[in-house]
């Protein structure tokens, strides 16, 4: 009878040990051989996120049902789940839809999980489309407007309905904004018959200066695009720092020398 206190103590000494290592987690043996805990492992919850990106937008024949195309995480309703297409606003001119989809953060994803997929979310639109612009999420915009219906057509940078290409000073505005060139690229004097089009752009180049500073302060480069007027807007062709007509003839013989034979050749500006 004497030995069975002792013996018992052990037992509830270790349920009581077990309990404690329950609450703090794993105890892992360090350098020196004593025990030190480690983090909690965060558990895996479901978040509602906004797509990688939309691909692609159609409407039925209704013109009310719309499907939008979304890239998701990949690997089925494991990684991406409850895709939804909300309307949050309408206008006259615009529809705006948010697309969402839930996925699991926190933990290791699963190597799944790390590639894309396409999801489709559908939604009924309070009322036909027609010319108004579709807004998914604010940085992708669709219009019914010159589409292969069902399917909507993307717009670009320009917008749904870029300036058309006349000889005004919003359509050279675009056609500036179709060059590879630096933001704040000045302008030239505009050559434009409707069809064809040339100017000169100039670009700031190395450090900016105060005013009034000296010489080799304030650099830019300068060079002469050419432009043929095509249904999605002006169209550059040619690029060239050279007099006349030759390096644009040398790509489009077409090319009026009216607008080119007495452009003088460009310098550099310091």
Known sequence: MGRTRPLLTVVLLSAVGVLVLG???????????????????????WQTLAPFRVTAARLADDRRTLSVDAEVPGGGKTCA????????????????????????????????????????????????LGHRVLSVGNFTTFTADGADLPH?????????????????????????TALDV??????????????????????RMGPACPEGAGPGCGASH?????????????????????????????IEPAFPSALCADLPPLKRSN
């Open 222 to 250: 300068s060079d002469r695009w050419f432009f043929r007027a095509e249904k999605s807007g002006w169209k550059p062709i040619a690029r060239s720092t050279k007099g006349g007509c030759a390096d644009v003839h040398g």
């Open 23 to 45: 609450a703090c987690g794993t105890l892992r043996a360090g350098s020196d051989g004593a025990a030190t805990p480690t983090e909690p492992t965060e558990s895996p919850r």
């Open 81 to 128: 789940r409850d895709v939804k297409a909300v309307v949050t606003d309408t206008s006259d001119r615009t529809v705006w839809v948010q697309v969402t989809f839930s996925a699991l953060t926190g933990g290791t994803p699963r190597a799944d999980c790390r590639t894309t997929a396409t999801a489709t979310a559908k939604v009924r639109l309070p009322s036909p």
């Open 182 to 203: 630096p933001d704040h690229t000045s302008r030239g004097e505009e050559r434009c018959d409707g069809e064809w089009l040339v100017f000169d752009v100039s670009s």
């Open 152 to 176: 909507l057509r993307l717009c670009g940078e320009l917008g749904c309905h870029p300036a058309p290409t006349g000889c005004t000073p919003a359509s050279y505005d675009q056609a500036v």
